[in-house]
């Protein structure tokens, strides 16, 4: 199993990070399972939602909060935001070419994870997700990690979907419009009081890495990729 993560984030005390496609495609939840209990984590306290490519957030509190959540159908929303993070639960994405976005503080108490297609991006999901994670309390120093996704060398859009974007995130070459989600998600996390210096965005990208990762943009192909945080 390969998996790909921040070593801050196991500093403090989180399990997470994104799965190689050596794991196979984990569009069915029934897929993942697997994975949660090879990594000895409990399946049945892995929180999923339906991914619509919105600003949508869903906000878990306590394990009583949690285990509502669990217990219902599963809701229409892009982010987790577990705050403070019970223990002993998680909560999982999948992504093909989306940016799956982390974010926690220093101790590991308070955390989100974000599914951030272009769509929720330009809607502004990334700086919402910021920023509702730190009215919980203003003194949090939040972290950031971008998981693997298509990279502005691969992501190549047309006009109409280019204006939705700042132009410092685009990047015009040969003819061609290109977008750079890293330069727009920091711009967003930035303007939320995350310190740039604490915004990782390494440079794996779905598209280019056919090896590694799944890819909707080449391969046109409903194969997802795993994305999780779980606190133990």
Not at 100 to 120: E, I, K, M, Q, V
Not at 197 to 207: D, E, H, L, V
């Amino acid at each position: 199993m390969k998996i790909y993560t921040d070593k801050r984030l196991l500093s403090c005390g989180l399990i997470g990070g994104t799965l190689s496609r050596h794991s196979g495609n984990m569009r069915e939840i029934a897929n993942q399972i697997p994975v949660y209990k090879e990594l000895g984590l409990n399946p049945q306290h892995i929180l999923h939602f339906h991914q619509i490519h919105s600003d949508t957030i869903i906000s878990i509190s306590s394990p009583q909060g949690a285990q509502e959540i669990s217990q219902k159908p599963v809701q229409d929303a892009d982010a987790w935001l577990l705050s403070p993070f019970p223990s002993n639960w998680g909560a999982a994405i999948v992504t093909a070419d989306c940016v799956p976005l982390f974010l926690w503080d220093d101790t590991g108490s308070y955390a989100a994870l974000a599914h951030c297609g272009w769509r929720g991006v330009v809607q502004g999901l990334p700086g919402k997700t910021a920023r509702e994670l730190l009215q919980v309390t203003p003194r949090l120093h939040l972290n950031a990690w971008l998981g693997p996704h298509i990279q502005a060398c691969c992501f190549e859009v047309q006009e109409d979907v280019a204006k939705q974007f700042s132009a410092d995130a685009l990047i015009h070459k040969n003819g061609k419009i290109f977008v750079d989600l890293n330069f727009e998600i920091k711009r967003q996390l930035t303007q939320a009081d995350v310190p740039e210096k604490n915004i990782q965005t390494p440079y794996y990208c779905t598209c280019g890495d056919k090896e590694n990762f799944f890819s909707w943009r080449r391969d046109h192909e409903k194969n997802l990729l795993l994305s999780f945080l779980y606190k133990p």
